[in-house]
């Protein structure tokens, strides 16, 4: 039986060990990069035979695979986040976020945009001035529940 | 001489008595939807002769467009938000924050995407099994110095 | 052009004057009791037809019905709770929480309980011991996407 | 004798090697799934026989039974919780909490639900547009003190 | 109409104007000196002909008795109390929670002392070596349900 | 020499091993139930000779008792408590505490009840419609100092 | 009738006018300088002789004296202190305070120093070095009961 | 090589063993009390001749020396204190701290009490009504510059 | 009479309406700009004559001048700060503070760098590849008082 | 394999047992202080080469060079700080934030000094009123985007 903490450890170190790369181990899994690697790091899930393709390549037990099948606790990032990487995403939120919410307000009527049914890509974009990080979000529209 | 809160104001009603969307005004000014909302919500400026443009479309006075160049203190939203349309982007940093950040080392090395020199947009995308929203961020790669 | 605040100052006063409670309101309405006075306490929206039948009952103005229909910030409970009936809310997920994620888990997989698409009720439940409140919600189940 | 903490990791592993569900367990002992799981996860008591039950069932000591007869220290979510199963039901209180104190009190007068004498199921709903959970909770109404 | 805030103010400049303590007014309407007072300040409610005594004897309108038997949004201290008054009495859940919990279950089993089936009073205590200030509390006790 | 964690412990595990209650100890040790579990539980201190009849009832060694003369850091509940039982206490000052403060001030004037000379009891108060918590608590009056 | 707010307003715009400083209203009143200045900042009682000879001083109606006398709800620094003065007193605690409870015990036993019957002065102390900040405080020591 | 948590805690156990007070230790190496016990609870430094007089008396390793010269993290109570003797500390910021701003600023002009160039004393004040705790702080007075 | 909340208002309007920089007006008082502008933000304090120059360069009355005299309550920052400009500081401690720590402590000794005896100034540096914002601080350091 | 917590405990202490500063070891790297020495800490990145010739001087393994050019989660001071070092950087922020902006707007437009294109350097500047801290920084000005 495996822990997920003692299995994301071994995750971590055979991912190192073997040099692989993250986006290398989802493109042997075939499930997008973010989300592949969100279940390694303990954010998600896989399916079993996803989970067991993830550790073959990894040179870990099969029977481990169980294991990220489970569903985790979510929320690994501790807020406001101190990393510049993360914060930039909460400082979108701080200056955005008002916008966002008219906009989406205006376009689809009173609803949110699901984070569950939800899909994140992150490409690098060529720029003559300098690269850009791109990044893609695609979450299913859901409506207020009207009677 | 007009407060940048007064003025908010006033571009709130004015917009809701001429019956217009934050799309039409953004169109008209010739600015993305959401950087346009943005200033007009007091999270960012425009420049001199989009301001007029917006007070034009909205009816309100020229000599105000300069309130709406100058840099605001940004941050218009409370943390963690309580409002569900604003929390599932929270919740994307939470439970995709590690993998986003995992990946983007991975794919630009040590730095981070920029939320100044950032574009963001807002789309519907249609789906048979119910419309999606879209959201793309597009932020420049700035790496940590090296020495 | 009515403010959102304004008016559901008006409504409360409304409701006092001609002593109606948020039951009749809902009936007359035809919404449940929770989802019409939640948008009657600024939390959720109405439909157009809906909001006009409400102010009808009370006496106010057809014109403010529009104000009704957008979506508004929600978030009307400053947390944790200071209220007790509030807090006792707050501590069932404090103590059930956990369970409750356990059995979901069991009975659907990994996904959630829309608190979106969401109905909820409240009844008063007749118990010789002592009357008993009986809540009840029902939320779409939420899978998280697979690949 | 168990720590509680020892005897809970225990239930835990004793559960995964046996392929119990808490569903399976709950109806062993005879309580309620929610409140079953809620004691085996530390957040409260079993009453002696129904322990030993329990544990029977999962192939621990017998003697054990007691430490899960002593009131534990509550409070198992850390809040704001992070776990998007468990904010949907944080966000429930945000935007419902007040229309249910205002339809709470227009039904019975001032008093709370109790969170004491307290129980709550969860089941699976079928809907053909997608299966829905559904919570049912019962609380003894407690009436302020009168005087 | 009165709202709750109006009413209050206008009970405390009353109460001054008219020379009278909180003792006094409690004891005129007939209820518990700290409940009486508690009502008045905004943090409980009287019964209407309680409150019809109370605001006669503090010559205000008998038509605002009203006001004073809705349920009010309970939690007048922001917390940590920064008045040491009040501080004292968080303090002595800091020191003594945790045997209070001890000795609590030890002599009832799993369950609470009310805070809504309550009474409390304040009284002189005599002493040579410096009177006392003697505080009872008197809650139902509440078991945790059992199946 | 023992830490006052590892003799805690010792006196937790000789407690349960013994069948004592905490009654029975602070009954041996002459002091009254909460100070003498309080002590034990690490939020205050006991002289010599009772620190040295509790070790001797539990059959720890009475080179110990010096540890439990040491003044500890107090402090012992994280607050808000999550926990039922101490959460009534925290609420019981949020609803109460105002008026606690207006009547000490008109019994006594401008100054406060000790926390620290100062003694409490918890009983059980037998009644037919449920057995009542009664807390007594007595703290010096202590006057602001005037000049 | 003045409420406390508006009176401390009045103070503090008398003795702007009036040009007095808080140690000549001291002295004139014949309270320690802190301990007058406290009160009439709204953070302690004047003796009603003291209010009166205060009022006069700054030539402020007698009649509001009362309000002088009755004890305010106290705590006039939010925390952390932003203030550079204030956050010095508060750095000495963080980096003091271990050892001051530790000599404290050393020297009194398991009591604490009274902030209640407490009293404090601040003097410039010359010196060719640079002048220094002496402050001075006493408090009686409070032994914890004992029984 | 010692890290200063282990070297604390020899000091901590080497105190107790020989029976010493922090009183006769920083009398032994020639510091103030409380800024002996602050250096040696990790809150400051200690001169190498002194950290050697020190140990020696601990009978400790006088290598272990230099460790106790080295500047630490600073900052040894987690805010708001939880313990009564360092509460009051709090507290008399929270009660007496804009007073005390107001008179440093009348009698020093615009500035601060230095903590850092700062020195304090605790001692015991004899008093028939109950000795008293005095407290005596000394910092240097440090104006804002000027230009 | 002036209270500073109304001045810095009528500071903020004459600055527009006169079309002035912060920096021409700290250039005509003769105090750096970031200091200046601090004392005209209710930041810091100005000398009389100082203070009467910029009320002069703006037009308002030379009474007024005493208010920016007086030692403010300092703190205009909520932290942590939302704007990006200011969270760009407050990322820079997060980051390179422990090493500047360790650099300070390493060319210092034990003490600190004075944010009182402080002078700070903002640049603009060119650099062909982006202009670059040179900041340039200088406190006085203070060692910790030894014995 | 080594993990960084691992590395920089073996960096700290191979640097006292060599008897190195951060300095020396930064000369030797060919990186500024600060820059160098915050790696080490854990808080950024050198290049392999960088790495190699720092873990060369310390005499610990090449093979963890790899260790140090990995990105970490940034982040190394809890807020607010409590060490009086850091704290000190803290206030210059509550105390010149505000004025920071207006003259970085004032000098540069719309937009912010970069933490990641950033460079920070600390000196010892000799004054005969006794020495200073001079910190410089420079980072890239970045603008916001404009349309």
Not at 79 to 91: A, I, K, Q, S
Not at 98 to 114: C, T
Request: with cysteine.
């Amino acid at each position: 039986m495996y822990t997920r903490e003692a299995l994301l450890e071994m995750v971590r170190e055979a991912k190192l060990t073997r040099n692989l790369t993250w986006g290398e181990i989802a493109q042997h899994v075939g499930v997008p990069e973010i989300h592949c690697t969100s279940a390694l790091l303990g954010q998600g899930t896989l399916q079993l035979h996803q989970a067991e393709r993830a550790l073959e390549l990894l040179g870990l037990p099969a029977e481990a695979a169980h294991t990220l099948t489970v569903p985790p606790y979510r929320g690994g990032v501790s807020m406001p986040p101190t990393d510049p990487v993360l914060y930039r995403l909460y400082e979108i939120i701080l200056v955005y976020g008002p916008a966002f919410k008219e906009i989406l307000h205006e376009k689809f009527g009173d609803g949110i945009m699901s984070a569950i049914d939800f899909e994140m890509h992150v490409d690098r974009e060529p720029d003559p001035r300098g690269d850009r990080v791109r990044v893609t979000m695609s979450g299913k529209y859901l409506p207020y529940r009207t009677f």
